[in-house]
């Protein structure tokens, strides 16, 4: 992997940003160049909220990407605007809890991830953007999953109670996209 591109994109208080954060902070924890991105529509809560991440074994040359190779939407407002724009050969992640459409695209692969049903079964409802960075984990192989793991437990560990569940939605995540991939690691 030279560098890595990827958006998260969603309402604002279904844990975008922090879905990005995590996974910014694992890049930096496997010592890469990292950038995070953020950008919020008018309103935080309940408003447009997206974030990129770009991860590179390189310098990094502009965070800004108007073409990434994946995007992870958790409505369809951000399945609306962003899947177009995944470059061909990418990889779509879609929370189909809230989004009952797919890609017409052929050119990209799609999961689609059921992330609040699978963070209400797992106790904690907040925990779908750790469902969905899960998935993305297992599709990609970006970073390891040991080191998002231990990024979880650094960065939301002081959430006692929080902290397993957020842990076993991240489980379940990656072993639903790893089933989806028949096991592939890497798109």
Do not use: H
Not at 109 to 137: C, H, Q, R, S, Y
Request: overall charge positive.
């Amino acid at each position: 992997m030279a560098q890595y591109e990827v958006l998260f994109a969603g309402f604002g208080g279904q844990g975008i940003m922090t879905a990005g954060q995590l996974l910014s902070y694992s890049g930096l924890a496997e010592n890469k160049q990292v950038a995070w991105i953020p950008s919020y529509g008018p309103e935080m809560r309940g408003g447009t909220a997206y974030c990129t991440v770009v991860v590179s074994d390189e310098r990094i040359g502009s965070p800004i990407i108007s073409n990434p190779q994946s995007v992870c939407v958790f409505n369809r407002p951000s399945f609306d605007k962003f899947v177009p724009k995944v470059k061909p050969g990418g990889l779509s992640i879609v929370n189909s809890s809230l989004i009952d459409v797919s890609t017409d695209r052929d050119d990209i692969t799609e999961l689609l991830i059921p992330a609040n049903d699978i963070a209400m079964k797992t106790g904690n409802p907040k925990a779908a953007n750790i469902v969905i960075l899960a998935a993305f984990i297992a599709a990609t192989g970006v970073v390891k999953r040991e080191t998002v793991i231990n990024t979880i437990r650094e960065k939301l560990g002081k959430k006692k109670k929080a902290l397993p569940l957020n842990l076993k939605a991240f489980d379940e995540g990656y072993e639903l996209a790893r089933k989806m991939l028949g096991k592939k690691v890497k798109v």
